[in-house]
């Protein structure tokens, strides 16, 4: 667990926490504008928005299960759905640590693609 953590830090330091906070923040603004170009509606009001974590509204007539299980059977991309009475309504995108790279972000959006055309 300590080599863990270690390594973990090591990694960050490596990069510089700036140019990691400035990454997450980056990649985070591209994945909304890229959703956002799907017709998804930003969940957080602005100001309470996180750069490694979007939460999307669902346009009207998708279907969030059928969705989320192609996207993870098809091309195994974990997508978060709503929990509680946003269950069906909302998507939880993350974008943190390792996943924070901008071909993973090309991942998705083709994989949405694919199955949205």
């Not at 170009?37 to 969940?43: C, T």
């Not at 192609?70 to 759905?81: A, D, K, M, P, T």
Request: aromatic residues 10%.
């Amino acid at each position: 667990m300590f080599y863990a953590l270690r390594e973990g830090l090591k990694i960050i330091f490596e990069e510089g926490l700036e140019a990691r906070f400035k990454r997450h923040q980056t990649l985070g603004d591209r994945l909304k504008m890229e959703l956002e170009g799907f017709g998804f509606k930003l969940f957080a009001q602005e100001g309470y928005r996180l750069p490694m974590l979007t939460s999307v509204v669902l346009p009207d007539g998708l279907d969030d299960a059928k969705i989320r299980s192609s996207l993870l059977n098809e091309y195994n991309i974990e997508v978060g759905g709503g929990l509680g009475w946003l269950k069906g309504k909302i998507w939880r995108v993350g974008l943190m640590g390792e996943t924070c790279k901008l071909r993973y972000i090309h991942c998705l959006i083709g994989a949405l693609k694919d199955i949205l055309t």
